[in-house]
């Protein structure tokens, strides 16, 4: 048994619904980082449980140390307290997997699932390519997918991960802490019980794409022969009407047949969404942003 865990707030809500679509036969929870957000998904998608940031925060007191912390340090923060709040609501031997906003799936989430082993924990390499090995620095794992099954190694690694986070999730790369993902790199001190999920097609990402052979072959993306399932569109965004900055130049990616299978694909569902909803003052970015993306020539009309 699965259960789905996100987190996300306004400017996120397009890229939210396009991937809670792909997994809507399951237990969906969405931590709403402002009222906007859970109003939203409480009027348009009954299936899914929202959960206000307020309800945490008091839980765990975690107010004083919300004053302290910068914004994104804080919504890191709170990543690891959701998920051990989430573990009083399912069942033993159940797995919570945690998914960043700005996933997608292009497969069959029963093929994700498949993947998924008796291990207590599974985590997401970032394996980064030749040219972005540079960013180990920030860690050998990606926390944009995790999964925790609800045993005592699952929860002993969840709550020492809890911890460590509370004391420091710094945004300033250190030797032992990079915000909420560098504790990752210790998990394996803490149990055997974890499985590294070295699929080519699970958390494929600007910084590992190019290190992959691709082929399109009946419509489906595969990559070193194995099918494109999970997609991270790290830093890409509408900058406004069809113009996205994609963010793969950042990673010396270059836009070709394949990328553009995968950013196009996304763009095309993004805008049905945003058509449905009407939502798109929580995607369109400032001037500031779309010149700067402009400048670095990382701008692509897409679907």
Same mark, same amino acid.
Request: glycine content about 0%.
């Given at each position: 048994m699965f259960s789905y865990c996100l987190i996300t707030d306004r400017n996120y809500i397009n890229s939210t619904i396009c991937l809670t679509n792909k997994i809507d036969r399951q237990n969906?929870?969405?931590?709403?980082?402002?009222?906007?957000?859970?109003?939203?998904?409480?009027?348009?998608?009954?299936?899914?449980?929202?959960?206000?940031?307020? !309800?945490?925060?008091?839980?765990?007191?975690?107010?004083?140390?919300?004053?302290?912390?910068?914004?994104?340090s804080y919504v890191f923060t709170l990543k690891s307290f959701f998920l051990t709040y989430l573990m009083d609501d399912i069942q033993k031997d159940e797995y919570l997997v945690y998914l960043d906003s700005d996933l997608y799936?292009?497969?069959?989430? !029963?093929?994700?699932?498949?993947?998924?082993?008796?291990?207590?924990?599974?985590?997401?390499?970032?394996?980064?390519?030749?040219?972005?090995?540079f960013r180990t620095i920030y860690g050998d794992f990606n926390a944009g997918l995790l999964i925790f099954k609800k045993d005592d190694d699952g929860l002993k690694v969840l709550d020492w991960w809890k911890r460590k986070c509370f004391?420091?999730?710094?945004?300033?790369?250190?030797?032992?802490?990079?915000?909420?993902?560098?504790?990752?790199? !210790?998990?394996?001190?803490?149990?055997?019980?974890?499985?590294?999920?070295?699929?080519?097609?699970?958390n494929t990402a600007p910084w590992n794409f190019k290190k992959y052979k691709?082929?399109?072959?009946?419509? !489906?993306?595969?990559?070193?022969?194995?099918?494109?399932?999970?997609?991270?569109?790290?830093?890409?965004?509408?900058?406004?009407s069809k113009f996205y900055k994609t963010g793969l130049k950042e990673y010396d990616v270059v836009f070709d047949e394949y990328t553009d299978f995968i950013y196009s694909s996304y763009s095309k569902e993004l805008k049905t969404i945003i058509d449905k909803f009407e939502n798109k003052n929580n995607?369109?970015?400032?001037?500031?942003e779309i010149l700067k993306s402009f400048f670095k020539q990382d701008v692509r009309k897409l679907y």
């Open positions: 969906i929870n969405i931590l709403c980082l402002d009222d906007y957000t859970e109003k939203f998904f409480n009027l348009n998608f009954k299936s899914i449980t929202t959960h206000n940031v307020k !309800k945490i925060e008091n839980k765990f007191n975690l107010l004083n140390l919300k004053l302290k912390r910068e914004w994104r799936l292009f497969s069959d989430l !029963k093929k994700f699932e498949q993947n998924i082993t008796k291990s207590s924990i599974h985590i997401s390499p970032h394996n980064f390519d030749e040219k972005n090995s004391e420091d999730c710094s945004l300033s790369v250190s030797e032992n802490v990079y915000a909420d993902q560098k504790y990752l790199n !210790k998990f394996h001190l803490l149990t055997k019980s974890i499985k590294v999920l070295n699929n080519p097609g699970i691709c082929e399109i072959i009946n419509n !489906k993306l595969y990559l070193d022969n194995n099918e494109l399932i999970i997609y991270h569109f790290h830093s890409f965004k509408m900058l406004f995607t369109n970015a400032n001037i500031k």
